[in-house]
C-alpha cells in the first residue's frame, strides 16, 4: 500500500471533481480526523490515518483490503468509481438525478435512464456532468453521467436516455466476487 502519485491523485481527483466538485476536501479534512487516500494492487482506498498506522505492520502480499475501496485504476490508467464509494459521494453531490418507483429495477439491474423513469433532476446539470441517482425518499441508488442537460430533458421523448448508467446498488450482488479483492 503507497500513497498516489501526482499522475493518479490527478486522475483520481478529476473523476471525484465531477460528481462532488470542490467538495473533495471534506472528505480529507473531517471533524473526526484525518484521513486519506492509499493505492493497494490498483485500487484506490479511502481510510483514516490511524486506522492506515495499524495497517503498517501487515504484509503487503496478506493485506487484501482496508478502508473503503473508491474505485480502480484500469490497464490503460483510467479511473473507475466503484459502488463501495457511494455512501461517501452522496452527501457531498452536486448533481442529483431522483427515479420514479418504476425505474428503480431497471436502473439497479444495470440499464440507463430513460425520461419516462425521471422523477426530478438537479437546475443546472451540464450534459456529460456526473450524477448521484436517487430514489423519490433520497435512497441513493447509484451514479451516472447526465446524457442530456436539465433544459433538453423537459423536451426529450419518453424513451429518450437522460442518465448514462455508471454503477448502482445492484453490483453487491452481482459482482460481489470483484468489488474488493
Given at each position: 500500500m503507497r500513497p498516489l502519485t501526482d499522475e493518479e491523485t490527478k486522475i483520481f481527483f478529476e473523476k471525484l471533481t465531477k460528481y462532488i466538485g470542490e467538495n473533495i476536501r471534506l472528505l480529507v479534512d473531517r471533524p473526526d480526523g484525518a484521513y486519506c487516500f492509499r493505492l493497494h494492487r490498483e485500487r484506490v482506498f479511502y481510510i483514516s490515518e490511524n486506522l492506515l498506522k495499524h495497517a503498517v505492520s501487515i504484509d503487503?502480499?496478506?493485506?487484501?483490503?482496508?478502508?473503503?475501496?473508491?474505485?480502480?485504476?484500469?490497464?490503460?490508467?483510467?479511473?473507475?468509481l466503484h459502488i463501495t464509494a457511494l455512501d461517501y459521494?452522496?452527501?457531498y453531490?452536486?448533481?442529483?438525478?431522483?427515479?420514479?418507483?418504476?425505474?428503480?429495477?431497471?436502473?439497479?439491474?444495470?440499464?440507463?435512464?430513460?425520461?419516462?423513469?425521471?422523477?426530478?433532476?438537479s437546475?443546472?446539470?451540464?450534459?456529460?456532468?456526473?450524477?448521484?441517482?436517487?430514489?423519490?425518499?433520497?435512497?441513493?441508488?447509484?451514479?451516472?453521467?447526465?446524457?442530456?442537460?436539465?433544459?433538453e430533458c423537459r423536451h426529450a421523448e419518453p424513451m429518450a436516455i437522460v442518465c448514462f448508467h455508471q454503477a448502482d446498488i445492484g453490483e453487491y450482488i452481482r459482482a460481489e466476487d470483484t468489488l474488493v479483492g
Open positions: 503487503r502480499d496478506h493485506l487484501i483490503s482496508i478502508g473503503t475501496c473508491f474505485g480502480k485504476f484500469t490497464k490503460t490508467r483510467k479511473f473507475r459521494l452522496a452527501p453531490a452536486q448533481y442529483k438525478i431522483w427515479l420514479k418507483p418504476t425505474a428503480e429495477q431497471q436502473f439497479v439491474y444495470g440499464n440507463h435512464i430513460m425520461k419516462s423513469g425521471l422523477g426530478r433532476i437546475e443546472s446539470t451540464a450534459k456529460y456532468q456526473g450524477v448521484v441517482v436517487y430514489n423519490m425518499a433520497d435512497v441513493p441508488l447509484g451514479f451516472g453521467v447526465a446524457a442530456k442537460a436539465t433544459s
